[in-house]
Nanobody, 123 residues
């Protein structure tokens, strides 16, 4: 039974930082990419960042590039360091994993999803 469990969400003031973590179990994820998506109220789910199986290739949405950093802490855990947070970053953040070694911007490529963790940035 595959599980992705996010942690680290919360309330932070604009300009602050949060670190999200995603722990995977039920499958060996070290051979697969992992990614983060987010969904704000009334909006569609959008891509945030992804990392390849090796950690050598990373992808970012333009809106977070330079502020967020995705990393693999080990084969089963991926983190998202979020700095210089803005109110528009407020959303539920989801960890996801595709059945491929390299990440994708397309949510349809991802087959495993966590339950999400709320990030709220106050102005």
């Amino acid at each position: 039974h595959v599980q992705l469990v996010e942690s680290g969400g919360g309330l932070v003031q604009a300009g602050g930082s949060l670190r999200l973590s995603c722990a995977a179990s039920g499958r060996t994820f070290s051979d697969y990419a992992m990614g983060w998506f987010r969904q704000a109220p009334g909006k569609e789910r959008e891509f945030v960042a992804a990392i390849s199986f090796s950690g050598n290739t990373v992808y970012y949405a333009e809106s977070v590039n330079g502020r967020f950093t995705i990393s693999r802490e080990n084969g089963q855990t991926v983190a998202l360091q979020m700095n210089s947070l803005k109110p528009e970053d407020t959303a539920v953040y989801y960890c996801a994993a595709p059945k491929s070694a390299y990440g994708s911007y397309d949510s349809a490529e991802y087959v495993y999803w966590g339950q999400g963790t709320q990030v709220t940035v106050s102005s």
